[in-house]
């Protein structure tokens, strides 16, 4: 069952539309079924996903006045896990639309109960305002996500919202949870973003998501070109923030999610290295070996029982030269003939030694 979070806050131009598309986008591009629903008039979620509202068929208003149902209205966006529910001006007519019908409140509710299934993450993008769109969004969510803006009046706002989820818990729906609240448009070099950080979280604890969203003019310049962050500029900090912000939803809603990725990047990360290894590493040096360790078999057999003393002694002989094979059968062959003369010595010496070696164990296990 799909996670239906309303993206809300009474004030306006505090980071709604930008969290509704970027954070939808976001989630969508990692894998997630994502329903983004306009709530608001201005359609400037519908746009920044690149939706051209003069193209839109059937929008909210269409439900909202009981002419289709929300299923027929849905429309996909770039992202193939991505999809749209529109918005256009006439939204506006809604309000009065609804305030003649006995269900008001719970239009969006039933409507989204037939499709919620489909979702992993159903997002309203709320309007500023109180009336009876964003009651409807309230009635039907599971959560609230608050944008806070780093500025000075934000505080004062988020007094207002605490209350208005107060009476929505009350009259309208129980079950309804903050999600989190999450600090937009921060300045980490002002102390007044730092100072809102610290009041926001002193007051909320818990309740403030981890991830900040930086100021960043990438997320101004996207709405522009009808594009989340992640397709505008993947590498800037505003990418990063929503990516991270998703990520903090996931390790409620679905960890498994977050599980399975951290497994395939270790198998990602162990994979090249591997290859790497057997390729420059493995190959060439098994075939060094493979050209000189018959020979050094059959020089070295002839004399029995020094065998490991002359695989031990051309070992490294055949590692240290990289290239310069020349020089590296010289180098072996002078072993090789060296060892001809030392191996009556060694064999001997090997020989004196493992008697003794036997004694010794002899000894210990005597003793
Ligand atoms: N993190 C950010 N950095 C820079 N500009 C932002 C950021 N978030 C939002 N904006 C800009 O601020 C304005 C208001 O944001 P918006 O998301 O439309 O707010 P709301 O939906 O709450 O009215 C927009 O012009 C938007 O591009
Ligand atoms: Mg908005």
Sequence with gaps: ??????????????????????????????????????????????????????????????????????????????????????????????????????DRQFVLKNELERIRAQFNYIFFDCPPSLGLLTVNSLVAADSLLVPLQCEYYALEGITALVQTVEVAKQNLNPSLEIEGVVLTMHDGRTNLSQQIEKETRDFFGDGVFETVIPRNVKLSECPSFGQPIIFYDPSSLGAGAYDSLGRELDKKHYPYMLRSEENAAKKKAKKPAVKKATKKAAKPAGKKIAKKKPATKKRATKKAGATKVAKRKIGPATKKPAGNKTAEKKTTTKKLVTKKRATKKTAAKTTKLKPSKKKTSRKKANG
Excluded at 32 to 44: E, M, R, T, Y
Excluded at 69 to 86: E, K, R
Aim: with cysteine; proline share 5%; net charge negative.
């Design 1 to 102: 069952m799909g996670r239906v979070i309303a993206i809300t806050n009474q004030k306006g131009g505090v980071g709604k539309t930008t969290t509704a598309v970027n954070l939808s986008a976001s989630l969508a591009q990692r894998g997630h079924k994502v329903l983004v629903i306009d709530i608001d008039p201005q359609g400037n979620a519908t746009s920044g996903l690149g939706i051209d509202k003069n193209t839109v068929q059937k929008s909210l208003y269409d439900v909202f006045a009981g002419e289709c149902g929300l299923d027929q209205i849905i429309v996909p966006s770039q992202i193939p896990t991505l999809w749209i529910a529109p918005a256009t001006p006439d939204l506006v007519g809604s309000e009065v639309e609804l305030s003649s019908r006995e």
